[in-house]
């Protein structure tokens, strides 16, 4: 069985701590191995490696997300990248022609999709592999994974199982009758007395299924083909395109624990801690939580059933309850991202202005992890200027080579070649001033710092 893991959307639920570039998955708040804060694709991929089949795995995604990834899972990770944001059939096509023409994946071979972020326990890794056993003894076009419902939830779509099937008796699976979103709660009350499952966007089918499609529908099924015509496939769901129109469903019920964590509400119902970064919750505030990701402390007193999120993008103080509400606030805003992770690190946006005459003046602080090093690049629309704050680091600054650390300033103008590469971790403050202050300006040249000093570097 290969496995396809879907992160290519962003979210604003967790604002402000999810943007458009750090989705939920990427919020490091879960109580991990040794107490170490973990986030929801960390915890997701040390669950399918300790199941044995990560190996086998890789992630749909998005262009935004890829350097977040290969921040918090590693480099040898295996990404498929869509050219652009297109929903989740497109991107489930896109894996399944690199897994058809680029691995060579035989046609009957099962492809398990899953959400980056379900928040289960290793059960839920058992019932999985048991989806190829279940697709050859049903016959099905699809085989979807449902959970036995805990309560008539209003928040999440259910499997309708067919009231008489041959196949119930042997508590393997279910024949799918229909699916019902977000009903409510009377309607999910009478859905649980006829055995209905909680959808949890989990669903296999064998390659050659799809691949058919895709050739019915006259798309590509060569990889290279669907990345250059990807902008011409319909955004639509693979529910909407696929699932609806399939002859015969089958669901293996998963009765064991499993949570979304879309919502702050429901996130900090599984943090390991009631306050995450600098700040204190008085004891007379019952059921609080506090996310700080500032340096400026936060005090919560006498205040109960609320979450309060501090992040460079701004300040979130709610009701829990009430906390979904955030994205009917933001759905016209579009600031760009403060903080974002990279491949060799993260930045932190501290100021940003606009002059009259239209310069812009941005202020980052950038860190760089010991042995990480940004990508050998030039810019056409800004000058920059770093002031080292910690660390020591080797700089190549067009052509020439000279180490850095505590209270150097470099200066480097636009069109200037420029990559770092720390030795300890790095600490730079970085002020560029610039027409148009964008992260699209930027021309990488290489990345792999062994090449850029092999290749770019004048040697005396």
């Known amino acids: 069985m290969r496995s396809i893991l879907l992160s290519g959307g962003s979210g604003k639920r967790l604002?402000?701590?999810?943007?458009?570039?750090?989705?939920?998955?990427?919020?490091?708040?879960?109580?991990?191995?040794?107490?170490?804060?973990?986030?929801?694709?960390?915890?997701?991929?040390?669950?399918?490696?300790?199941?044995?089949?990560?190996?086998?795995?890789?992630?749909?995604?998005?262009?935004?997300?890829?350097?977040?990834?290969?921040?918090?899972?590693?480099?040898?990770?295996?990404?498929?990248?869509?050219?652009e944001r297109r929903d989740t059939f497109p991107a489930i096509a896109l894996a399944a022609s690199y897994l058809y023409s680029v691995e060579s994946v035989s046609l009957n071979e099962t492809i398990a999709v899953l959400p980056v972020d379900p928040f289960v326990e290793k059960e839920f890794f058992e019932v999985l592999a048991t989806l190829p056993e279940m697709l050859d003894k049903?016959?099905?076009?699809?085989?979807?994974?449902?959970?036995?419902?805990?309560?008539?939830?209003?928040?999440?779509?259910?499997?309708?199982?067919?009231?008489?099937?041959?196949?119930?008796?042997?508590?393997?699976?279910?024949?799918?009758a229909k699916f019902q979103e977000k009903p409510c709660e009377s309607d999910a009350v009478l859905m649980m007395e006829q055995a209905a499952l909680w959808n949890c966007g989990v669903f296999a089918f064998k390659l050659g299924y799809l691949i058919n499609l895709l050739i019915e529908m006259e798309l590509p099924i060569q990889y290279d083909e669907m990345l250059k015509q990807y902008g011409r496939l319909n955004k639509i769901s693979f529910d909407y395109q696929v699932v609806e129109k399939a002859n015969q469903i089958i669901a293996i019920p998963y009765n064991g624990f499993w949570k979304d964590l879309g919502t702050w509400n429901t996130l900090t119902e599984e943090m390991g801690s009631s306050v995450v970064g600098k700040g204190w919750i008085t004891g007379d505030s019952l059921n609080t939580h506090l996310v700080n990701e500032l340096n400026i402390p936060v005090a919560i007193l006498g205040l109960s059933d609320v979450v309060v999120a501090v992040s460079p993008d701004g300040i979130l103080v709610s009701d829990k309850e009430a906390s979904p509400r955030i994205k009917e606030i933001l759905k016209n805003e579009d600031q760009r991202p403060m903080y974002e992770e990279r491949r060799w690190g993260c930045y932190r946006v501290l100021d940003y202005t606009k002059n009259e005459a239209g310069g812009e003046v941005l202020t980052k602080r950038i860190c760089i992890s010991a042995g990480k090093n940004l990508s050998y690049q030039y810019h056409l629309l800004r000058n920059e200027v770093w002031t080292v704050v910690s660390g020591t680091g080797e700089?190549?600054?067009?052509?020439?080579?000279?180490?850095?650390?505590?209270?150097?300033?470099?200066?480097?103008?636009?069109?200037?070649?420029?990559?770092?590469?720390?030795?300890?971790?790095?600490?730079?403050?970085?002020?560029?001033?610039?027409?148009?202050?964008?992260?699209?300006?930027?021309?990488?040249?290489?990345?792999?710092?062994?090449?850029?000093?092999?290749?770019?570097?004048?040697?005396?």
Do not use: C
Not at 16 to 45: A, C, I, T, Y
Not at 447 to 458: H, N, S
């Open 138 to 176: 049903s016959g099905a076009d699809l085989a979807l994974m449902g959970v036995v419902p805990t309560y008539p939830s209003e928040k999440y779509g259910y499997i309708i199982p067919q009231s008489l099937s041959s196949s119930e008796n042997n508590n393997e699976y279910v024949n799918v």
């Open 395 to 460: 700089l190549i600054l067009d052509g020439q080579s000279r180490m850095i650390g505590q209270g150097d300033t470099v200066i480097i103008d636009r069109s200037m070649l420029h990559s770092v590469r720390a030795v300890t971790e790095l600490e730079i403050i970085e002020v560029q001033i610039g027409s148009q202050l964008i992260e699209e300006d930027i021309v990488r040249v290489s990345t792999k710092w062994q090449d850029i000093v092999q290749t770019y570097v004048k040697h005396a």
């Open 15 to 83: 604002w402000p701590l999810s943007n458009d570039s750090r989705s939920k998955q990427f919020l490091k708040v879960l109580h991990g191995p040794g107490g170490n804060p973990e986030s929801m694709v960390q915890r997701v991929w040390r669950q399918l490696n300790h199941a044995g089949l990560a190996s086998k795995a890789l992630i749909a995604t998005s262009l935004p997300q890829v350097e977040i990834l290969t921040s918090q899972l590693g480099d040898d990770v295996r990404l498929v990248v869509e050219p």
